[in-house]
């Protein structure tokens, strides 16, 4: 006789391996769901707003590395004083 043959599983046991059952695989899907989220949300956070201001799309790039300070500063001037005219 085999060794699980052995042991008196009543109706109590069969009905809690049942519910570990159903809890693992809610617990499963569960991290996939949030898994695939937090892949998909970097992607989401990258796009600027149409509301975005000049001054906050300049402020976003010379926080990401992309001018150095003294461009940064240089444009800031510009959007401020407005277009500069060559007569």
């Known amino acids: 006789m085999m060794f699980w043959y052995a042991h008196d599983m009543s109706g109590w046991g069969w009905f809690g391996m049942s519910i570990g059952m159903v809890v693992f695989w809610a ?7 949030l898994g695939l989220r937090a892949v998909n949300r970097p992607y989401e956070r990258t796009h600027t ?3 975005a201001t000049p001054q906050q799309i300049l402020a976003e790039r010379f926080a990401r590395g992309e001018i150095d300070e003294e461009e940064y500063q240089h444009r800031l001037t510009a959007l401020h004083t407005g277009p500069l005219t060559n007569t």
């Open 27 to 33: 617990l499963v899907v569960t991290a996939l769901v």
């Open 49 to 51: 707003s149409a509301a």
